[in-house]
């Protein structure tokens, strides 16, 4: 099982990212996938699912209404498309397969 993330950066608050995450290894198209998150000093949350065919997601009252998870099967990734992002969104993300394999996280910094 492979996860690799990306589309990690500096961004000023109130922008806007969009995370990928290439998964290989598994069939991707019957797990759900995750996102989570840690941040400095903190322990790693639970950011948003979505259900293997994509019908289903769900967030952390944190990130809800400004968070937006996808996934495209055809491709094998996942997707998490950030906006009004704020200072406190700072933090390592990691996608997960169901919360049994993780990858190496792609970093996510908002600031001025």
């Known amino acids: 099982v492979q996860l690799v993330e990306s589309g990690g950066g500096l961004v000023q608050p109130g922008g806007s990212l969009r995370l990928s995450c290439a998964a290989s290894?598994?069939?991707?198209?019957?797990?759900?996938m995750r996102w989570y998150r840690q941040a400095p000093g903190k322990e790693r949350e639970w950011v948003a699912t979505i259900t293997s065919g994509g019908g289903n997601r769900n967030y952390a009252d944190s990130v809800k209404g400004r968070f937006t998870i996808s996934r495209d099967n055809t491709k094998n990734t996942v997707y998490l498309q950030m906006n009004s992002l704020k200072p406190e969104d700072t933090a390592v993300y990691y996608c997960?397969?169901?919360?049994?394999?993780w990858g190496n996280g792609t970093l996510v910094t908002v600031s001025v």
């Open positions: 290894g598994f069939p991707f198209s019957t797990y759900n």
């Open positions: 997960s397969r169901s919360g049994l394999n």
